[in-house]
């Protein structure tokens, strides 16, 4: 692996101050900071190629098409999809779970049918299957969690049946950090002919992820949590499912024929993708995947895991200091409280250390709900942070408790 100053040189943000000190960015889980290959990616589709894809004749469309459809290919080899049919492109993994929640609930769902998702799950793999569930008069199951924060397996094996339609999980949770075992929650879903749905927002940039091999039916990301550019992001499906499922927006570029009495639509994936996607964006999700091959995936997960324990060790041994999700299967975050601190103040007096860390419920109100808190503080490493900030941290927090005792 790339010696860890090499790795720091190129996220030209890494090198910057705050409050006259230097940054400690540990708010990876929200959004990864960006490496100038990337910034480089999207910056040359402006100043050189840019042009609206699929729709010119001229040299200009044709490259910006080219490069689009190259980091399509990126992409798919990247979580080894078999066709390129079966990546689109979306605004994120909020677009994407959205637009698969409509489309699903349009095609297949009645009333009575039932959904199946996770405590541990992100508002947006909740509230577009509530809306969904809402329109079709069907009802969402839920996997309850344990202490640790991890899903009971046993509860969810009883909660498959006859009625469910579709499983929606995530990879990982982004308020506790724990990995879910979606291999077995794949399988059990299977073996009753239900589809599942991997949310791998916190998954995608932690580790390899194979579709494949896990044999999700719907796997999606965003690409600014992967060191990639905002406003981009991944929705994979079978091919399949996305050839029977209806597109989830019209507009331009979604279309065959156009007649007021009636519209065909494209052939896959442009079917789901209406009107001008964001072409710059998508190129530098390519870049970005790159970067991260070229560091070595198992290199970046070996360092995260290092990081994780690191952490681990210097916050539990903070007096007073509770961590959230203590699962031995986790992605390198940690949600954490301090006693008589709220972590608002907490997450203040850091920031003005130079220290930023995400408070609150992390859009997951019902895991806060589940312990009884209505929040934590969390510190979301990633493979370009050291352990040097992590001291920097734990002595934070010290000072935190000092101004508060
Ligand atoms: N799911 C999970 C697990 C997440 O962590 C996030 C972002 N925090 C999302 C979904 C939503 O991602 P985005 O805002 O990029 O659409």
Redesign the pocket.
Known sequence: MKDIAEIRADFPILNRKVYDKPLVYFDN??TTQKPQCVLDAVDEVYKSYNGNIHRGVHFLSDMSSESYEKSREKIRAFINADKREEIVFTS????SINGIAFSFGERYIKPGDEIILSCLE?H??IVPWQMMCERKGAVLCVIPINDNGEIILEEYYKLLSSRTRLVSV?EAS?ALGTVLPVKEIIDAAHSVNVPVLI?G??GIQHGIVDVKTMDCDFYVF?G??IYGPNGI?VLYGKEKWLSELPPFQGGGDMVDKVTFEKTTYNELPFKFEAGTMNYPAAIGLASALDYVLNIGREDIAMREKELLSYATDRLSAIKGLKIYGTSESKISTISFHIKDIHQYDTGMILDKMGIAVRTGNH?AQPVMDRFGIDGTVRASLCFYNTKEEIDTLADGIEKVKSMFA
């Open positions: 889980g929200a994120g993994t909020t677009g992100h947006a793999n995530t982004n949310d927002a916190q965003s600014h949590k992001g859009c």
